[in-house]
């Protein structure tokens, strides 16, 4: 395999065969030796297609006489990379975007159809030299969001009602971004200033996160992360700011016993362990043991002493009944604050797995409720924005259990920016520019209050 569109259209192959998106990137990457700019060209021609799919799909739509879903599989990716160089990237030729195109069709069996390819590509350049946004438009809000920032209607329309058109738009355009890589650095190793120092003499810009002590933003590309300064000595991890306002919620204080029951891959663990300075015992639960091997591969480099780890569904570990004084339950979502981060995600979830994973946040979040000792604490929290998942959950089980109420954010810990009247944080991305989320601490009242 020789060129970069070559590979994309590969990886593109395995995606519409059920692949997700970054593991069948990485398996050809890592097959072929490729260049690193060649490299980043490949992931943003996968990633970039996948995500766009929509938007570019409407387009053949529009400029072909057979609507994308009748075009074979692999024409229609083809097509698809061609339009999404022309209409996203700048910086590719109009003319090395057709040209490459128009062989990618003959070297993978349509070399029949090189003109169709080639008359596709050049009608768009020429309705975009005519036209602001060649794009036809429907009237309908949704459609019309839909199809210019490529999300599936049912998610334009969960946002919609929370948000308005003129926000929701914001908000699609956000997670069309690239994502960017924050860092949390380990103060049991080192701290910010000696972390920052080690990255810009290597050469990486770095900004710091207002109100969050710890974190640091990589606003430079890196090239591999484990490669960068401190890694190797467990000196920070990677977490996105927004999952470290979890841990500062959560309050965690050395000694105690904390139980984390979806821990893996430790994100949120490691981070509870470092607020404790490591004293004290961190339960770190989750069913899935490929994941909680990361956990541990994580607690090794970091140093981390504290931290206990528990293979099961936390639905059914009576072994923890009345044992935490604090709780995590990060639960399993449908990731709608990290579209931007998995450019397939937005194709994957429904509306019926978003019902599903309510039905098992609720399970989770009533049986966890059992974890914690008298006058404890849980904070829940998801990286997705359907209320259903988040504030529906809570509100049910507030409703279904009067000894429990929300405990709202103090106003000198980092979270207090974060939170609505009800007393839950909710995290815009497009507001606050890090990953959505949502997170809500809890505390078991005494009856004689
Ligand atoms: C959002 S992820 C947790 C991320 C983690 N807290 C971090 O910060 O790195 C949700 C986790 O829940 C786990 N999970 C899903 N259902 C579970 C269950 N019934 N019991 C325990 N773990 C579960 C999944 O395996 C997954 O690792």
């Given at each position: 395999m020789?060129?970069?569109?070559?590979?994309?259209?590969?990886?593109?192959?395995?995606v519409h065969k059920?692949?997700?998106?970054?593991?069948?990137l990485?398996?050809?990457?890592?097959?072929?030796?490729?260049?690193?700019?060649?490299?980043?060209?490949?992931?943003?021609?996968?990633y970039?297609?996948v995500?766009?799919q929509?938007?570019?799909?409407?387009l053949?739509?529009q400029l072909?006489t057979?609507?994308?879903?009748?075009?074979?599989?692999?024409?229609r990716?083809?097509?698809?990379?061609?339009?999404?160089q022309l209409r996203y990237q700048?910086?590719?030729?109009a003319?090395?975007?057709?040209n490459t195109?128009?062989?990618?069709?003959?070297?993978n069996?349509f070399?029949g159809?090189?003109?169709f390819?080639?008359?596709?590509?050049?009608?768009y350049?020429?309705?975009?030299d005519?036209?602001?946004?060649?794009?036809d438009?429907p009237?309908?809000?949704?459609?019309?969001?839909?199809?210019?920032?490529?999300?599936p209607?049912?998610?334009?329309?969960?946002?919609?009602?929370?948000?308005g058109?003129?926000?929701?738009?914001?908000?699609?355009?956000?997670?069309?971004?690239t994502?960017?890589i924050?860092?949390r650095?380990?103060p049991?190793?080192?701290?910010?200033?000696e972390v920052e120092?080690?990255l810009?003499?290597?050469?990486?810009?770095?900004?710091?996160?207002?109100?969050l002590?710890q974190?640091?933003?990589l606003?430079?590309?890196?090239?591999?992360?484990?490669?960068?300064?401190g890694?190797k000595?467990?000196w920070?991890?990677?977490?996105?700011?927004?999952?470290q306002?979890?841990?500062?919620?959560?309050?965690?204080?050395?000694?105690?016993?904390v139980i984390d029951?979806?821990?893996a891959?430790?994100?949120?663990?490691?981070?509870?362990?470092?607020?404790m300075?490591?004293?004290g015992?961190?339960?770190?639960?989750?069913r899935t043991s490929s994941?909680?091997?990361?956990?541990q591969?994580n607690?090794?480099r970091l140093?981390l002493?504290?931290?206990?780890?528990?293979?099961g569904d936390?639905?059914n570990?009576?072994?923890?009944?009345?044992a935490?004084?604090r709780?995590?339950?990060?639960?399993?979502c449908s990731?709608?604050?990290?579209?931007h981060?998995?450019?397939?995600?937005?194709w994957?979830?429904?509306?019926?797995?978003?019902?599903?994973?309510?039905?098992l946040?609720?399970?989770l979040v009533?049986?966890?409720?059992?974890?914690v000792?008298?006058?404890?604490?849980?904070?829940y929290?998801?990286?997705?924005?359907?209320?259903?998942?988040?504030?529906?959950?809570i509100?049910?089980?507030?409703?279904?259990?009067p000894?429990w109420?929300i405990?709202?954010?103090?106003?000198?810990?980092?979270?207090?920016?974060?939170s609505t009247?009800?007393?839950?944080?909710?995290?815009?991305?497009?507001?606050q520019?890090?990953?959505?989320?949502?997170m809500?601490?809890?505390?078991k009242?005494?009856?004689?209050?």
């Open positions: 020789t060129n970069s569109r070559q590979i994309a259209f590969t990886v593109l192959r395995d059920g692949a997700y998106a970054d593991v069948a990485d398996r050809v990457l890592q097959k072929t030796k490729l260049p690193d700019l060649d490299r980043r060209l490949v992931t943003e021609l996968v970039g297609s995500r766009r929509r938007t570019l799909d409407a053949i739509d072909a057979k609507k994308s879903h009748q075009q074979p599989q692999d024409l990716s083809i097509l698809q990379l061609g339009l999404y700048e910086r590719i030729p003319s090395a975007a057709v195109t128009v062989q990618l069709a003959k070297e069996g070399s159809l090189t003109g390819v080639n008359g596709l590509l050049r009608q350049i020429r309705l975009t005519k036209s602001a946004d060649p794009l438009l009237e309908n809000p949704v459609e019309r969001l839909g199809i210019l920032h490529s999300f209607d049912w998610i334009v329309q969960v946002w919609l009602e929370q948000l058109i003129a926000e929701t738009e914001k908000l699609c355009e956000w997670m069309n971004q994502p960017t924050d860092l650095v380990n049991l190793r080192t701290n910010l200033e120092a080690a810009q003499s290597a050469g990486i810009l770095v900004r710091r996160i207002p109100r002590p974190a640091l933003r606003i430079s590309s890196t090239g591999p992360i484990q490669n960068l300064p890694f000595e467990g920070w991890s990677v977490q996105d700011s927004s999952a306002l979890v841990s500062y919620l959560l309050d965690p204080q050395p000694s105690e016993v029951a979806c821990a891959p430790g994100g949120k663990t490691t981070h509870i362990a470092e607020l300075k490591d004293e015992k961190i339960w770190a639960c989750d994941r909680l091997r990361k956990l591969e607690t090794q140093n002493h504290s931290i206990e780890i528990c293979t936390s639905r570990l009576p072994q923890f009944y009345h935490g004084d709780v995590l339950l990060d639960a399993p990731g709608l604050g990290t579209l981060r998995h450019a397939d995600a937005r994957r979830q429904t509306p019926e797995s978003v019902q599903e994973l309510a039905i946040q609720t399970e009533v049986h966890i409720s059992n974890f000792k008298p006058d404890g604490v849980i904070v929290a998801t990286c997705t924005l359907h209320p259903a998942e988040n504030e529906g959950v509100s049910a089980f507030l409703a279904n259990n000894d109420r405990e709202p954010p103090q106003r000198d810990s980092p979270n207090w920016g974060y009247p009800q007393g839950w944080l909710k995290v815009w991305p497009h507001h520019d890090m990953d959505g989320f949502f809500v601490r809890l505390r009242t005494n009856n004689s209050e």
